[in-house]
């Protein structure tokens, strides 16, 4: 018998759901998102305050950069659903706590959360362990990919409807896909039914971004490096809007984070606001 614990949640997963708890910790309200159940789940040890990768100041860009990409994809959730589409597909779903907080929403979709087996076995042990449990309208979709695994099928076996529409977000996966991996994952996406949407976060050349946020972009891509998980692609707005289009998509638009800044930061004493040319949006349609 196979008795090894499950492979806990992917490090960059749990980066994220640290720097969400950070902004409703140390940012001045209104916070743009408030996400403390990642934290939960991910419990690290005390002294993760203290890491270097959660540097109060020197990391709120990123800060920001991932609470405004949430939220941006959660308004679009909701709104989708006012008009009717009620599946929700989320790609490398990591520590994504949409159906924990926001149950008033999910519950009325059939949620599909795509990611690796065992950071996905930790994760549903983790939601029972803290009194969530799984309803039976968030469905875990387990895929491996190193081992050739199809999503679309897998997605269909957890009770995917293929004639409805539905809404895709896939966040910070693009940068460890080759550009080849990208541009099959569009198409596939392109082939759902009509009235789909695909939210997908890409990663420009480093050289474009913010020159304060250069140093902290070159760690991350140095880290990712040595870890094994080497960011892999880069894109500028039109490279991705082309990729989306030669993919099929009916309609394709490049969501920057200036557009976040001005919907989600205006007006605050802060300053806090995520780095342009960063990480930013591509959303399209079927």
Do not use: C
């Not at 492979?7 to 902004?23: E, K, Y």
């Not at 991705?240 to 394709?252: D, N, P, V």
Request: cysteine-free.
């Amino acid at each position: 018998m196979d008795d090894k614990p499950p492979v806990a949640a992917d490090q960059t997963a749990v980066r994220v759901a640290l720097w969400r708890a950070m902004h409703v910790e140390l940012d001045a309200p209104p916070h743009v998102l408030e996400d403390e159940i990642g934290l939960r789940l991910a419990a690290p040890a005390a002294d993760w305050r203290g890491r270097p990768d959660m540097h109060p100041q020197g990391t709120s860009q990123f800060r920001a950069s991932m609470v405004a990409r949430a939220r941006f994809i959660e308004d679009l959730v909701v709104q989708q659903a006012e008009h009717g589409v009620d599946q929700y597909v989320i790609l490398g779903a990591g520590l994504d706590t949409f159906a924990q907080r926001r149950p008033e929403v999910a519950s009325r979709l059939r949620m599909f959360e795509i990611d690796r087996p065992g950071p996905q076995i930790w994760k549903r042990q983790r939601l029972i362990e803290l009194g969530f449990g799984i309803p039976e309208w968030l469905r875990f979709v387990p895929v491996d990919f190193e081992a050739g695994g199809s999503w679309r099928e897998q997605l269909a076996v957890a009770g995917f409807d293929a004639d409805k529409p539905a809404i895709i977000a896939s966040t910070g996966v693009s940068m460890y896909l080759t550009r080849e991996a990208n541009a099959a994952t569009l198409r596939e996406v392109a082939a759902f039914a009509k009235g789909s949407t695909l939210a997908m976060s890409f990663l420009l050349p480093i050289d474009l971004a913010d020159p304060e946020v250069r140093p902290a972009l070159e760690r991350a891509a140095q880290g990712a490096r040595a870890s094994g998980t080497p960011f892999l692609s880069f894109f500028t707005p039109t490279e991705m809007l082309t990729l989306a289009r030669e993919a099929g998509f009916r309609e394709a638009q490049h969501v920057s984070a200036a557009t976040l800044t001005q919907r989600y930061f205006a007006g605050r004493p802060d300053g806090l606001r995520p780095p342009n040319n960063a990480e930013e949006l591509l959303v399209a349609a079927t």
